[in-house]
């Protein structure tokens, strides 16, 4: 499969008097397949809208080199750019202008037909309200009218930064919905989002970003393997001592924390090994369960993000990965 | 040309745009309208009450003098000087005082007259002109419209240039409307409330002239507006720099200079007086104060500034404005 995007070493360095010198990408490394949803993931201030921003020409990296269906950006951006439909940060437009007119003025700079602009209106569910003001949209409907331009040139790439940012439940299901239609007629999508439960169900990549770099890529199952922990909940018959059952455990190499009501125990290659253990010293066990690691398990082991008691997190506090 | 054809469209679909085209004929109508109504022609019949006026007036002012001098004569606490001033025959109201056409309603001389209004009218579309430039990249950097626009057509100098084009165009074609419309209204006033008299071919070419530069005066300040919203990337930039520049640059300029420093024609660096020159071909400042100790007739010295200083100046500015806009736009990151 080919790569739509590929960054390689991108850097980027802030200046400025008030706050200094401030490294917001540091040889970032990214790739993106043909045909797929890309899931573009990292906490705020981790470089995401800043790779995006570069990628599109608005910013002016320090290095690094990126390229975009093949073809080198900068340099060749005007050329690739027909074909690439995007929306970075939170959608904005001039609020006295309708939302048609609103598409009609980019249409006519990008010499596409007027007709695009009813159809993806309607694409995006904003039909009835097309001659309002934007001044008088919700943020989900200047979302939808931020997605309606994107796609208003038909494009082979759609970079999306944080679509489903103000959309109501089932906004963000027709979202999703969209895109997978989209990726249906051989559209790549680029989706930076919060909303890791949706990530993991609509991509079938992503990328994780931290600190400017990168610390998770692949596809979605295998990012999910590789850091799942292997951990295992064991439930004991009714009466056996939990914390006699958590010691034979850790004796013999085992790491077990003890729950109100049942044994969490990782560092185990096979679940039944916990059964064998137990069973030899007259402890029997009622429930056995591998836990699977979710996306957002991963992604606050992997960015160092997870909340911890008493503890609050600032924005720029995450992991840093080694150089 | 896409390009183009959608930024003429933003142009003019903007509210603001709009609203201060309409406030400018607005009050353009208003004073096409005042001027209607406060001229009058003067025909035999104006004329002879003007004469009739006068007369009356002189009378009246003799009278007074009569009545004042026979006191006068009668009185022993005078000053003797007085009584030999009422003696004077030459002394009192003389009819040459008190001309009829002192006494005619006000009549607009059209060749006399319309250059001042050419200058009203630059000032006025030149003040639109600024406040629509600023507006018209300001709100755009401030809406996100700049970098959604950039993300169709990420050619930055040719995005600005291409606005920047628009508006002069824009403008160009709305001042040479309203100046046709300007001139009409005027010659009608000229003609049925005034006089038309005296027009050549030279005076309509210098009037043209002078419309010429009215129009690149209302262009440059469209431009510097401009200029300024971009590199600030914000209308109120534009705007807070004229306000300091109109206010503070006037108002500090004479204080510092011209009482302060007491620098010898200190004018040179007020902008209006570059406006002037700019306008009516030359202005001359006096600088009165070498005669402040001089016995009897004093011609103070001159210093002439011409329409192409003004020339020289404004296109610095325009240079300084637009250029360090296209150099921000070049260099900056678009967040």
Known sequence: MAAVIEIQGLRKTYRSLRRGRRQALDGFDMVVEEGQIHGFLGPNGSGKTTTLRTLLGLIKANGGRMRILGRPVPDDLPAVIPQVGAIVESPQFFPHFSGRVTLSLLADAGGVPKTRVDEVLEQVGLRDRAKDRVKTYSLGMKQRLAVASALLKQPRVLILDEPANGLDPAGIREMRDLMRSLVDVGITVVLSSHILGEVQQLCDSVTIISRGRRVAAGPVSEVLAKHSSGSVRVRLEPGADLQTAADLLTSSGAAVSVEPDHLMVSGVERPAWVTRTLAEKGIYVNELTPVTADLEDVFLQLTGTAPVPGHHRQVDQSAEVPA | ?335
């Not at chain 2, 004077?88 to 056409?101: I, L, T, Y």
């Not at chain 2, 590199?231 to 705007?239: F, I, N, P, S, V």
């Not at chain 2, 020159?277 to 103070?300: N, S, T």
């Open chain 2, 1 to 335: 040309m896409r390009l183009i054809k959608a930024e003429w469209r933003r142009l003019f679909k903007r509210r603001f745009t709009r609203y201060m085209l309409l406030i400018a004929v607005l009050v353009l109508g208003a004073i096409g309208t005042g001027m209607w109504f406060s001229n009058q022609k003067t025909g035999p019949a104006q004329l002879a009450a003007a004469e009739q006026r006068a007369q009356q007036e002189y009378q009246q002012a003799l009278a007074g003098f009569r009545q004042h001098c026979a006191e006068v004569q009668q009185r022993s606490d005078v000053d003797p000087g007085e009584k030999r001033f009422c003696e004077d025959p030459q002394a009192g109201p003389q009819p040459e005082h008190f001309q009829a056409e002192w006494y005619l309603p006000p009549t607009f001389d059209f060749k006399r007259e319309f250059p001042a209004m050419i200058t009203l009218f630059a000032g006025i579309l030149a003040l639109v002109g600024f406040v629509v430039g600023a507006s018209f990249v300001g709100a755009e950097w401030h809406s996100g419209g700049m970098m959604n626009l950039l993300l169709w057509r990420p050619q930055r100098l040719r995005v600005l240039l291409t606005k920047l084009g628009t508006l002069l165009a824009g403008l160009l074609a709305v001042g040479l409307v309203l100046g046709a419309a300007w001139t009409a209204a005027f010659w009608a006033i000229g003609t049925y409330r005034g006089t038309t008299e005296g027009m050549t071919q030279g005076t309509w070419e210098s009037f043209a002239l002078t419309g010429a530069r009215a129009l690149g005066l209302v262009l440059i300040a469209a431009a510097v507006g401009f200029g300024i919203a971009s590199l600030g990337r914000h209308t109120a930039m534009a705007l807070g720099t004229a306000v300091g520049v109109g206010v503070v640059g006037i108002v500090g300029v004479a204080i510092v200079l011209g009482e302060m420093l007491r620098l010898p024609f200190w004018e040179r660096y007020l902008w209006p007086t570059y406006l002037i020159a700019w306008m009516d071909k030359k202005y001359v400042i006096e600088e009165w104060r070498a005669c402040e100790f001089v016995m009897g007739e004093c011609r103070p010295a001159t210093l002439e500034i011409t329409w192409q200083h003004s020339g020289l100046l404004f296109a610095a500015v325009v240079v300084l404005a637009v250029g360090g806009a296209m150099w921000s736009m070049r260099s900056r990151d678009i967040t």
